[in-house]
């Protein structure tokens, strides 16, 4: 349920995510939703490749901001490579590199 809480998802929980024929949960809920099952279990570093592809800023912040307060709580490493960050989203990493 925390997990749940903290991407946005609990107020989804009980809604099938949906396919092409059944409507379901949005693609920010999906995208978050798949975010959780990377973080959920014993893993202290994760790493994440181009997350916020075909994601909009707003949503790319949110899944970012979630994965900051998840990294800080468990005290994990989350290594995430992304292309043009918003500002907002770039002062939510601890650290950056750029390549």
């Known amino acids: 349920d925390y997990i749940l809480k903290i991407l946005g998802l609990d107020i989804c929980a009980d809604t099938r995510v949906g396919d092409a024929t059944r409507p379901g949960i949005s693609g920010g809920q999906k995208r978050r939703l798949t975010t959780g099952e990377i973080v959920v279990g014993p893993a202290t570093t994760l ?18 901001s979630c994965l900051q307060q998840l990294s800080h709580i468990a005290d994990a490493t989350i290594l995430i490579s992304l292309l043009q960050p918003s500002p ?6 601890d650290d950056v590199i750029l390549m």
């Open 47 to 64: 790493f994440m490749d181009e997350i916020s592809n075909g994601l909009d800023s707003s949503t790319t912040f949110q899944i970012v």
């Open 88 to 93: 907002e989203t770039f002062e939510l990493f």
